[in-house]
């Protein structure tokens, strides 16, 4: 008789354990479009990020985010074509929330590329990236819309020649989809 106590007490413990977890868990999409700022040359771009939320009290959240950021610039670096760079960005950060409101800072390491055309050749860049962001949003029943910056910078040493030191910025407007709550 002991046994089927202890299994039913068990059973009863999983499915509240169980219960609370899936609610402590949030995965929001994020798609953002706005201005970017490569190494001084302005242009416009997108992202497409995901970020998974643990909730750790009422007003606060340890986050993981990824996701890609694109942007196209006009004749870059001596090419004689569109310029195109793409940002992977892996950041863990804090959401903290104040009323209808939440602060985010970010920090994380990620991937700058791009590809252009110098003397006829396409060249395929590719470095590592320290990434800082900080995001201010504001929900709406289940929706988000802020305003988000995100700064990287490279982290690689000058045998990268022309990407040596380079810069991007993205300024961005975001709406949050929450895909589980």
């Known amino acids: 008789m002991s046994k089927a106590w202890i299994g039913l007490l068990l059973v009863l413990i999983c499915s509240q354990t169980a219960t609370a977890q899936s609610k402590k868990w949030r995965l929001t ?3 953002e479009a706005g201005l970017v ?3 001084g040359k302005s242009g416009s ?3 497409l990020y995901a970020k998974a939320s643990f909730v750790t009290s009422s007003t606060g959240a340890l986050t993981f985010t990824t996701g890609i950021g694109r942007a196209r610039l006009k004749k870059l670096i001596g090419s004689s074509e569109d310029y195109s760079i793409r940002s992977i960005p892996v950041l863990i950060g804090y959401e903290h929330n104040i009323g209808k409101f939440s602060v985010e800072p970010q920090l ?3 991937e700058l590329g791009g590809k252009y055309t110098l003397s006829g050749v396409v060249v395929r860049p590719s470095l590592g990236s320290l990434f800082t962001a900080v995001g201010i ?3 709406l029943k289940d929706f988000s819309f802020g305003l988000r910056t995100q700064y990287q910078k490279s982290i690689e040493g000058k045998d990268v ?3 040596y030191r380079s810069r991007l910025d993205f300024y961005t407007f975001q709406v949050g989809i929450p895909l589980i709550k």
């Open 29 to 31: 999409l994020f798609p």
């Open 137 to 139: 949003r504001y929900r």
């Open 45 to 47: 771009g997108w992202g």
């Open 161 to 163: 020649r022309a990407w």
């Open 37 to 39: 700022n490569f190494d």
């Open 108 to 110: 994380g390491l990620g």
